[in-house]
C-alpha cells in the first residue's frame, strides 16, 4: 500500500479516537492491544490488522468505508447496540464536525 494512503488511515484512526472522546491507551485497553500499536496505527508506520477493523470501527462509532477511504466523515456512519435486534445497527450520521 502506497505511503501516503497509509498517513491518511492513521490520521483517520486518530480523528475517529479522538472524536470518540478516548486517549490511546484507554483505546489501546478496549482493543486488547498497546498504547504503542495505536500510535503506530496513527502515524501510518502500521495498519490494523483486518480482524480489529470491526473492533476499531464498533469503538470510535465509524463505518468501514471510513477506515478504507471511501467515505468521508460526514457520510459515516456511527454503529450502536441495538438490544431489540441483539447487534450493532448502523446509524447514518448526517454531519461530524472534525476539529
Excluded at 496513527?42 to 462509532?61: F, H, K
Excluded at 468505508?65 to 446509524?91: D, F, I, K, N, S
Amino acid at each position: 500500500m502506497p505511503n501516503d494512503r497509509k498517513l491518511e488511515i492513521g490520521a483517520r484512526l486518530r480523528t475517529a479516537r479522538i472524536l470518540s472522546r478516548l486517549s490511546q491507551q484507554d483505546a489501546a485497553l478496549q482493543l486488547q492491544v498497546t498504547q504503542q500499536t495505536v500510535g503506530s496505527w496513527e502515524i501510518g508506520r502500521t495498519l490494523p490488522p483486518l480482524e480489529s477493523v470491526y473492533e476499531i470501527c464498533m469503538l470510535y462509532g465509524i463505518a468501514p468505508g471510513y477506515l478504507a477511504l471511501t467515505q468521508t466523515m460526514p457520510q459515516a456512519a456511527r454503529y450502536e447496540y441495538c438490544p431489540e435486534e441483539g447487534r450493532p445497527v448502523c446509524r447514518t450520521l448526517t454531519a461530524v464536525r472534525v476539529l
